[in-house]
Structures are given as C-alpha cells and as structure tokens.
C-alpha cells in the first residue's frame, strides 16, 4: 500500500494549476480531443428546430421567438462524436440550410459537401418543463431515413442524456458498436485550499458534464470501482487513517465499511454478478487477493504468498481474476482461477506490467507497462499481440469504455494529473482536465440503460 | 526336222556336206571308170564331144542324163547288133535276166574261160580273139556299164529319188525353213505384232497408265484444291472466329476493365467509422443509368464477416462514386453491374 501511495505522492507532487479553456459552470472536467482518426467521416448534425407546442400549456405565455432551446442537443452529439475520433461534424457556419423536417432536407446541397448522414431534429417545449424530442437520421446517399425516434416528457434536466442517447444510437448505425455516450465515470480531484488538499470523488457523465461529488476528503480517496448495475461505488478512503474499503451507492442511500481489516485493504473490484467484491487484504502477512461475499461479508483468500499479490479484477465470466504480483520479483499479471486456485502467469512483456484491466468482452487486457516510463499496454489474450497504446506521462488506472472501444486512464501532464482516453487501436485519444485541480483515479461506468 | 535344224545348223550343214560329198565321191567313183568307157566312146563314138565335154562340165548328175541318152543309143545299137548275134545275145540276154546273181561268176567264169580262151587265142590268134574278147569285153562292160548305168540310174533314179528328196527335203527343209522363217517371221511378226500391240498396249497402258495418273493427279490437285479451298475456308473461319474470339477476348477485358474501374471508384470512395473484418465480401449488384447515376444498389452473396455497417457503407460507396466510370465502348455500356466488393 505505501508502494502506491508513494507513487501517487510522487506524481501530485509540483501541480501546477492551468487551465485553459473557461469550463461551463455546471462542468466537472474539460475534454480536449488531442488526436482524431485521420478518415474520420464528415457528418452533418444540423441544430435542432425548437417549437412551442400549439396549445401547450406552457407558462407565462412566452413566444417562442424569444424563447431559445434550454440544450443545444446538436451540440452535445456533435461534441460526442467528435470525442470519439471517428466522425468529423460540419460546423454549423458550413451548413447549407437548417432543416427541421426531412421534407425540407434538398440532399443534393448535402451530398455536395460530402456528407454521407445528417442528423436533423426538433425539440419541442411541451411545457411544465418537459420536452419532445424527435430525431431523423438520414442517409444523404441513399436519400432515405436510416433512424429516426421520438421522446416524450422529458425533463430539462435529462435532455443531455436524450442526446446521449441520440448519439449512442448514430454510432451503432454507423459502426455497429453500441455507444458509450450515455454512461458516467467516477474519478477522484485532487485541490490544494489553503494548503490543504482536497480530494473528492466525482461521478460525471462521460462528457465531462453534469459531474457530482460523491465523497470529499481531505485524505486520499482511491481505487473507485462501478457495480455492474451502475448504482453503486467501492473505493478505498483514506479518511480514518489507514485504508479502508467503503460501497456507497450513488443516489446517497447507504455508504457501508466493507473492509478494514489490519494492515492493507484496498484495490476492491465487483464482480460481473455484483455479490462479491475482489479486494487485495495483508491481514495475514503480505498482501494476498481475497473475495468477500457482500452480504454475508465473508472471505475467501485466493493468493497465499510471501509477494504482494494486488490489484485484482474480475473476468467478465467470473470464473477466474486477474491480478498483479511481484513474486517474480516484478510485478507481472496473474490469472488465479475460482475452482481450483491455480494460478498461471498471463504478461511476460517487459519487466514492469501491473494494475491490469479486462475489457467487456474478455478478450483485451489493458496494464500499466513499466518500460523506460509507464504507459497503458494492451494485450490480446486470443492472439497474445501486445502493444503499447500511449505515449503520455506515468500512465495509470486504465478502464475499458462499457462497450470496449477506449479506455479511459490517468496521466501526468506538465506535473499535473489529468485524465485520458485512447481507442483500443491507439489511434485516437482525448484529455480530460479539471478546473483548478488535478484528476486522478478514472473508472468508467457500465451502460446506463439496458438495451 | 526343222525345229533341228534351226537348233543345229551346224549339223545340219555338215549333214548336207556330208550329203553333197557323197554324191560328189559316187559321181567321183563312177567317173574314173567311165573315164576309159569315155575314152571308148569317144573311141568309138566322136559324135559326141560336146556331151564328153558337157559332161565335164556339168554336174555329175546332168552328166548321167546325158549318159542315159547315149546309153539308150547304144542300147539301140546294141540291139540292133544283137539282132545280128540274136541268140547269144537273147540267151545271154535271158540268162543276164534269169540268173542275175550268177551273173558275175558267170562273168568271172567267162573272165577265166576269156582269159583262158584269149591265153590260148593270144597265142593263137592274139587279133582275132583279142577282138572277140575285145568285144565281149565291151560287150561286158557295155552290160557292166549297162548294169552300172542301170545301177547308176537305179542309183540316179535313187540319187534322183535322194535328190528328189532331198530336194523335197530340202525344199521341204526350205519350205519348211521357209515355214520356219515364215512362221519366225509369222512369229516374228506376230512378235513384232505383239510386241508393237504389247508397245501399243504398254503405251496405251502407259498412257491409261498416264491417263490414271493425270486423273489421279487432277484429282488430286483437286481434292488438294478442294481441301486448300476448305482449310482456308477453314481457316477463314478460324480466323474470323479468332477475329471474333478476339473481339471477345477484347471486349472482355474491356469488360473487366470497366468492371474493375468501376469496382477500383467503389473502393476509392470506401469509408467507414466500423470496424470491418479484411475478410468481409459482397456481391454488389448495381442498378445503373446510362450518365452513371445509381439506381439501386444490392448487397447480394455476402460472407460471415460481411456486417450490416460492412453493407451500408459499400452500398453508400456505391452511392457516393456517382457518375460511375462510363464504359470504353459504348456497346459495353451494362444497366446492371455485379461484381465482387472487398474494401
């Protein structure tokens, strides 16, 4: 445990605070794309019509001419699909026109900045603070409505997830993977008040935007790991003192000690079925992976080892955990297996692979590789091929995207902690920064809603 | 006898030699004596030199014709003188006749009884008896010669009758040689007939011969004609076939060129955010206008790896290389174009 303390101590240590970009206020982290596909594709998502519903109930009588639209949905998804590195969205100053209805798209003004799809959409005030939203996606090519939806009622506040959402379902269309839009990431800030350091445990949505403080500390908070049903968080705190594991569920309800045993608790993980935490415990010596049953609160100890045996996370089929041990003399992943507790050695790459991640799928092991610095590795397990997905500073705490396409990692930039995301194939990746603070700890979240 | 003759005519020369010397040597033979009896006839008979000479100068045997006639006179004389000496000479006569052979030993007796007689007479009457046996001994000889002549006419009559026949013979020897030469010549003839009808023929056969073979030839070079005809018609056809293959062949790759650069557009304008297998692979069936405007497009035969975006983005690559590649030739122009796609 002190092993990580110290490393995290070294890398807050000479923070200098700087930002550039003026945050909305609502903003919990600013998200700068640094690097996009080179072929991303040109999409048009045009600004949604906003209208007053005829004879809505809405109050005080506003026209709608002075009324603007409280989301700039178009904005969101836009501002999501280019965080992805795949699409390339028109700005608004290179549209044509600004169609509402499919009736007014003329395609071959479309077709002539080439563009393959548009978005187009209408938001409607339906009063009382709900909104309809209705959305068209047109193919320009083949003249015709690939997706087109329609919400009703939806609160003002939940009009960013709408378009979330909108943007989840773009991406599938085009790429046939679900989208990771809709979904929220934990992260832990570190600020300095008066000499003092405060650290909070965030939950923002995975723009950065609408971000809530979970727990404040002026202790280290870590290790933060989502419930498969995206209710709840395990971390460790460091608030009595010492590490202890907590689970408190994200509306507030309950927060529980889970462990506090002596010496170490830390690095907890949920299991895919969401009744068991993986937790690195040294209540008997060294620091060994146990599994704690949650409601029953009981142990079960998978490593008995001299080494420190850390950092566990669970496969997605639960059957086996990956984990870092340094019994080699350094630290090198392990898979430990459920049934017999066999334990076989899974990274051979480098002399440094630790804190590994398994993608949703199973088939991608992302770890912090130690050569020469630390960067985010990737290995596929089908195949074995190992790359090295980063080139930032004192990479850590990688977290597969829910549906496996980027992780999410934190980074030291200019001494400061920022987080990160890479795709999986390297080839895009964007910043996440936080005002006045540094951000460390990342941990994305499961899909919101089911499919 | 011929065929002999002809096979030996060296033999037969010295068989008609032999013949002839013969002859000669009897005539020879029967000469000599004569030669005295000449003597005693031109003794006694001057009247006929001319036959004496004639004699020696003919052939032996014209010799005896002329002999026969003289002979005949004498007999006459004879006769006549015998009708004088009527008995003796008819009982000599008939005895001559009835005991011809005790003629000699008769005449030997007589020969004896002359030469006794005449021994005595020589003593005696050397003149008288001289004559006597003189006479007698002509008469003797005279019917010696008489005999002889008959003999020699018997003889003649047989040379004769030899000559005659060897006359005959060797007229028939000549008729037939004749015959043989005749039938040589007949034969030779025929020969030569034959062998000119054989040259008549061998030429007609040579000709016929040429004749066939000209046909044949003609025929030939007909059939060769016919067949050069039908291999150039051949090949004619080859080639307007190869022409035409060719053209095919031409318009093919031309196809495939048009293909190709229609498919190479496709690919140009592929794009997709998805992530596709290298492996995906559609059939896409392309509904064109002749300006190259897409009409439809069909993903048609994918693969496993063929995803619904692998799907959409071909088709909208489809889309977005409107104006299609138009074709090289016009005639190549197709409405609807399926190829292969694999981005």
Known sequence: MFQVISQIKAKVVFVLMFVLI?????????????????????????????????????????????????????????????????????????????????????????????????????LVDQGGGFYQVDMRFMDVLRKKQVLGKRWNKVPKENLRQIAHQISDLIYEELTGVRGAFNTQIAYVTLRKKNKK??????????????????LKSTQPIMSPSWSPDGQKLAYVSFENGRSEVFVQSLDGAYRHKMASFKGINSAPSWSPDGKKLALTLSKNGSADIYTMDIKSRKLKRLTKKWSIETEAIWAPNGRSLFFNSDRRGQPQIFQVFLDTLEIRRVTFEGRYNANPEISPNGRYLAMVHGQGGFNIGLLDLHTDEFNVLTDTFLDESPSFAPNGEMILYAMNRKGKGQLAVVAIDGNTSQILKVKNGEVREPAWGPFLTNK | ???????????????????????????????????????????????????????????????????????????????????????????????????????????????????????????????????????????????????????????????EAEKVKAKEARKAAELAEKERLKSIEKSKQAEKIRLLEEKKKRALEKENAAKAKENEALKKAQEKAKATAALQRQLDEEASAQRKAQKRKQLVSLRESYISAISAKVRDNWRTPARISPKAECDLQIIQTPKGNVTSVKILNCNEFATKQFKVAAEKAVYRSEPLPKPPVKELFERKITFEFKP
């Open chain 1, 197 to 214: 350091r405060h650290y909070t445990l965030e939950v923002a949505d995975s723009d950065g935007f609408n971000a809530q403080a979970i």
């Open chain 1, 22 to 122: 003026s945050p909305p206020l609502w903003a919990g982290l600013t998200i700068e794309i640094s690097e996009g596909y080179d072929n991303a594709i040109p999409i048009a998502v045009v600004p949604f019509g906003f209208e007053q519903q005829a004879g809505g109930n809405s109050q005080g009588g506003n026209t709608p001419a002075n009324k603007a639209a409280p989301v700039d949905l178009a904005q969101v998804i836009s501002a999501n699909l280019r965080r992805s590195g795949q699409f390339k969205p028109l700005l608004n100053s290179s549209l044509p026109s600004q169609p509402s209805n499919v009736d007014d798209i003329i395609f071959r003004q479309w077709r002539s900045l080439d563009v393959d799809n548009m978005l187009i959409g209408k």
């Open chain 2, 1 to 159: 006898m011929i065929g002999f003759m002809v096979r030996h005519p060296v033999a037969t020369f010295f068989s008609i030699l032999l013949h002839v010397v013969l002859v000669a040597l009897l005539t020879i033979e029967w000469t000599e004596p004569s030669a005295s009896i000449k003597i005693s006839a031109t003794n006694s008979e001057d009247s006929q030199p001319n036959a004496v000479s004639e004699v020696r100068q003919i052939e032996p045997l014209k010799t005896f014709a002329v002999d026969a006639s003289l002979v005949q006179e004498k007999l006459e004389k004879i006769r006549a003188q015998e009708a004088a000496k009527k008995q003796e000479s008819q009982q000599l006569e008939a005895k001559t006749q009835q005991e011809r052979a005790r003629l000699k030993e008769l005449q030997k007796h007589q020969k004896i009884e002359q030469e006794k007689a005449e021994k005595a007479r020589k003593q005696a009457i050397q003149q008288r008896a001289k004559t006597e046996a003189e006479r007698r001994k002509t008469e003797l000889e005279r019917q010696k010669t008489e005999e002889a002549k008959r003999l020699a006419k018997l003889e003649r009559s047989k040379a």
